[in-house]
């Protein structure tokens, strides 16, 4: 168990929907970073929070955002959803903003399916 | 731009044979960190270890083992007399010292053991 807490676990939904990820990262971890694993792209860095302040943008689309609340929880809003979001996404916490001094600490991700 | 690459997609091996696993990064940072993670077939990401890009001494951790070469720009991971249980997606990822630090991830070797 890494500490790091995200739900649903599982969501399916249509084409065109909205949905929320919800992240909680380790006890006093301030940076947290999210990813998307797909089957033809692989693990992409999407964007990172810390301490409430976003800090490096990935490959994210304009269809997505996300923000970090003052209780240090993230959630990562998707909307128009396509087909092609169906993904593995995962959050990963840290204690520092760049992770340099220890690991980044993954979450057992949110797997979105959409139909 | 940094690159992660990981040829082989698809490794099986007999329990009890060693077997290694490539990666191969381009960066042309200085300063750098290098990871392996590991993804069981229940789908979170569990960290085995990182490295620094001015700590070239290989590391041994029970059955784990990892040769950093920067001469070939390579970190290699050896897994001996493998288990059932080291069946997983393995990934390489790059982490870098300065500006957008968000890990870059090779696209995975899967290591099937069979008993």
């Known amino acids: 168990d890494s500490g790091v807490t995200q739900t649903p676990k599982h969501l399916i939904t249509a084409t065109g929907q909205r949905v929320t990820l919800r992240c909680s990262p380790r006890s006093g971890d301030l940076s947290v970073y999210w990813y998307q694993q797909s089957l033809d792209q692989g693990l992409q860095f999407l964007i990172q929070?810390?301490?409430?302040?976003?800090?490096a943008k990935g490959n994210i689309l304009e269809r997505f955002s996300a923000q970090q609340f003052p209780d240090l929880h993230s959630e990562l809003n998707l909307s128009s959803l396509e087909l092609g979001d169906s993904a593995l996404y995962f959050c990963?916490?840290?204690?520092?903003?760049?992770?340099?001094?220890?690991?980044?600490?993954f979450g057992e991700g949110s797997r979105l399916t959409v139909l | 731009a940094q690159k992660v690459t990981q040829a082989q997609t698809e490794i099986s091996v007999v329990e009890k044979e060693d077997v290694t696993l490539d990666c191969v990064y381009e960066?042309?940072?200085?300063?750098?960190?290098l990871f392996w993670y590991k993804q069981p077939p229940s789908g979170e990401l569990v960290f085995l270890i990182r490295?620094?890009?001015?700590?070239?001494q290989n590391e041994i951790s029970g059955r784990y083992s990892w040769n950093f070469q920067k001469s070939t720009s390579s970190f290699n991971f050896t897994i001996t007399a493998s288990q059932v249980v080291d069946s997983a997606v393995y990934f390489c990822a790059l982490k870098r010292d300065t500006g957008r630090r968000a890990l870059t991830f090779g696209s995975g070797t899967r290591l099937q053991v069979q008993p």
């Open positions: 929070y810390y301490n409430g302040e976003e800090r």
């Open positions: 990963a916490s840290s204690a520092d903003e760049f992770a340099n001094t220890g690991e980044l600490f």
């Open positions: 490295r620094n890009s001015f700590d070239e």
């Open positions: 960066t042309r940072d200085t300063t750098y960190y």
